[in-house]
């Protein structure tokens, strides 16, 4: 009964981690809010972000004139400085918040992973 009750315990408390802990992805296109939320008691750990465009992602926010890959270097940076550490956390994907690094006339994407821990 013991170890039924142990295995029990380490069970249920590795469901809740998995739940709790697992990767999450939030996207939005150029213009649009990305929100990020955890559950109570927890808070945001920002794994990765991107933001400017992917080939081939012709069916993310397709592109309004090229179709390119460009990337904005600081958008792990600047995500991580809103959102790390936060319950929740919203952004605008769009240029006055990362910069620019396409050329004129092509639709960016934010993406960013995230898991929720204590």
């Known amino acids: ?9 380490s069970f249920s408390l590795s469901v809740y981690l998995h739940s709790i802990l697992k990767n999450h992805t939030a996207h939005a296109c150029e213009g649009e809010i990305l929100i990020i939320k955890c559950p109570s ?6 794994l990765s972000a991107f933001y400017g465009r992917r080939v081939p ?16 270097p600081a958008a792990l940076r600047k ?8 319950a929740n956390c919203s952004l ?14 092509t639709r960016k994407h934010l993406r960013v992973s995230f898991t929720c821990g204590k």
């Open 79 to 86: 995500v991580s400085r809103r959102c790390h550490s936060r």
């Open 57 to 72: 992602s012709q069916h993310l926010c397709p592109p309004a004139s090229t179709n390119t890959t460009c990337l904005s």
């Open 41 to 46: 008691r927890t808070s945001v750990a920002i």
């Open 1 to 9: 009964p013991l170890f039924l009750s142990l295995l029990s315990s």
């Open 92 to 105: 605008i994907a769009d240029t006055q918040t990362f910069g620019d690094p396409c050329f004129p006339g």
